[in-house]
């Protein structure tokens, strides 16, 4: 209720009130208890509080978002345990191994030593590589243990090789910390997600200063 309509309803009290003291006969007019009047409107006024609070809707909390998890990066295939997606019978696509053209077979670098591989290959197929061919890391002895460096494991053809044609393509290495002989095999790739060709590996092995080989030219 608001505040003018309570000023009123006093108003109409006071006024009930006054009416009764000022009547000429006692009798004729039933005496009005102020007191019982004030009680019976602040009755009414209560109750119509009451009744305003409980048609008041309830605010309504909403619950906390729910965060959405970030999408996984999407990665190449690379254990040669799991099957490659198969080339179809009828796929023009192929590739050959020519040469290692640094860092041959066994060759002694020091431990967490850098060093790039290359190898020479000839697309001895009937198809074209373009940019989305590329030379993709495939498996490794002892397994899974990766020695291409960071953002190596997938390199693109940047250049259209045409059938016949020979293609020079490194791979950037770092020899681990342990002692040991570590091989890293790599495949091409056409635009399928598909492997093809001869394998390309490397195989170094890590050893102390006095069993170093001579870094390799080229």
Do not use: H
Not at 16 to 34: H, K, M, V, Y
């Amino acid at each position: 209720m608001n505040k003018n309509k309570i000023i009123k309803i006093c108003m109409l009290v006071f006024i009930s009130t006054l009416i009764a003291g000022c009547g000429s006969s006692p009798e004729a007019t039933p005496t009005i208890d102020p007191l019982v009047v004030m009680t019976d409107v602040a009755s009414t006024i209560q109750a119509e509080i009451t009744q305003a609070v409980l048609l008041t809707p309830s605010a309504t909390i909403a619950p906390p978002p729910t965060a959405t998890p970030l999408p996984s990066t999407p990665t190449i295939p690379a254990n040669a345990s799991e099957p490659a997606p198969a080339l179809p019978a009828d796929s023009s696509d192929n590739a050959q191994f020519l040469q290692d053209i640094t860092f041959p077979d066994d060759t002694i670098l020091w431990q967490n030593e850098r060093f790039t591989k290359t190898w020479n290959i000839e697309n001895n197929g009937t198809t074209t590589w373009d940019s989305s061919y590329k030379l993709v890391y495939w498996d490794s002895e002892p397994k899974k243990f990766s020695i291409a460096q960071e953002g190596q494991s997938v390199i693109p053809i940047l250049k259209y090789i045409e059938p016949g044609d020979q293609v020079a393509l490194s791979v950037k290495m770092t020899a681990p910390a342990e002692l040991g002989t570590y091989i890293n095999y790599f495949r091409m790739m056409n635009g399928e997600g598909q492997f093809f060709g001869d394998s390309l590996y490397v195989r170094i092995i890590v050893g102390t200063e006095v069993d170093k080989t001579p870094t390799p030219s080229g």
